[in-house]
Nanobody
Framework: VQLQASGGGLVQAGGSLRLSCAAS????????LGWFRQAPGKEREFVAS????????YYTNSVKGRFAISRDDAKNTVYLQMNSLKPEDTAVYYC????????????????WGQGTQVTVSS
């Protein structure tokens, strides 16, 4: 499956952005989907994931209550709604997909998009 992320940009602290990731080349509904991010000089970190079928969601603690991941299997698209953005959310955001049957912390994802830059100014 090929993934194409979009929707990044520059926003002031407290603002919102919605990232989108369009998929092609696979049966989208069969994939667990996720978002990761990587800030300059830091390791890539898990942000959120959403399972297939029942769409259970998982978040890293720092974004709980501010970010929401969702999926639209009819449009082959996964979203990340980001509210109350903070300067520490500045990073390149990557969408991911995997065909494992169950998500678990630290699970590796097989498919990655190209990343979209999110910059939050203070």
């Amino acid at each position: 499956v090929q993934l194409q992320a979009s929707g990044g940009g520059l926003v002031q602290a407290g603002g919102s952005l919605r990232l989108s990731c369009a998929a092609s080349g696979g049966s989208f509904s069969n994939y667990i989907l996720g978002w990761f991010r990587q800030a300059p000089g830091k390791e890539r970190e898990f942000v959120a994931s959403i399972t297939r079928t029942v769409s259970t969601t998982y978040y890293t603690n720092s974004v709980k209550g501010r970010f929401a991941i969702s999926r639209d299997d009819a449009k082959n698209t996964v979203y990340l709604q980001m509210n109350s953005l903070k300067p520490e959310d500045t990073a390149v955001y990557y969408c991911t997909a995997d065909r494992r049957g169950r998500w678990y912390p630290g699970m590796p994802f097989d498919y990655w998009g190209q990343g979209t830059q999110v910059t939050v100014s203070s």
